[in-house]
């Protein structure tokens, strides 16, 4: 009992030091856990709220853990005093993906986690290389799917390597379409995209944000989106749910702290996030990254990850794939 009084003490204490009475924000510093490199969508976007709550929350740094899948500086989150101090990043692969997917985890993505806000959803797009599209007379998802009907196993599809969203998103395609390609997974995204524009991959399922300059050159031809909806960067371009009903594939990211976080704290740190997702500043600068801001509550945050860790459970095992 003695530990758990100490504990509760030193929680109160770092919550009075966060949001001291008549203070807008804190002079300690927060820490943005990001568990990738510097540099990608999920980097820019953290980097731009940090810049947008300083305002209302004090000084807020960015620090890049990347490794094992995301899972090293999650990990990080999830053991971090929960003081409100220190939070970060959650994504669809460390959240959904990679708790079925790699046979050991260092942390429990249902409990381990107090939810804060979602962040950003950014579309992902099945594209072909236009020169196979025009080959094989392919101008739509309807028509991908007729060829691959009548020509079984001779459609092959690449991704970013085995359990990556790329890869997923085609086992669902395939599945629900009732048809078959060959998946060939690369180290990575950008050697995937490189082996579809050179003709080695007939299609993927590529993140819009790093497709769009090639869909734009007419190197790639955008058959949908996989969102449940059409995306207003491609407004022209159908949702597979269009042609396949109830398909729906997003990558998306949001902050969470450690699952001790007062709630006191983590509905101050929702209010400021929510208030810099919904400004004019950063749905511009998101725009850029062709990322949307998705602002939610908290408690909307935890049933949409919920949902989301149920969902990939069934992907992930349907696709046989393992990272040991």
Sequence with gaps: MTGMKTKSIFI???AFALWPPGASAQSRPIR????YAAGGPIDATARVLAERVRDTLGPVIVDNKPGGGGNIGVDLIAKAPPDGLTIGISALATHAINPWLYNKMPFNAATDFAPITQMVRVPNVLVLNTD???RLGINSLADLIKYAKANPG?????SGGNGSGGHLAGEMFKTQA????VHIPYNGGSPAQLALLSGQVDFNFDNLATAAANI????????????AQRSPALPDVPAVSETLSGFSVDTWWGLVAPAATPKDILAKLNQAFVAALNSPEVKTRFAVLLAEPVPTTSEQFGT????ELAKYE???????????
Excluded: C, E
């Excluded at 943005?32 to 568990?35: K, L, Q």
């Excluded at 001779?154 to 690449?158: A, S, V």
């Design 12 to 14: 109160l204490m770092a």
């Design 216 to 227: 734009k050159a007419g190197k790639l031809r955008a058959l949908a989106v996989t969102t």
């Design 178 to 181: 009732g048809i078959f390609a």
């Design 132 to 134: 196979t599209a025009n």
């Design 314 to 324: 069934k992907v992930v095992k349907a696709s046989g794939a393992k990272v040991d």
């Design 154 to 158: 001779k459609l092959n599809y690449g």
């Design 304 to 307: 949409f990850m919920k949902d």
């Design 32 to 35: 943005i856990i990001v568990p």
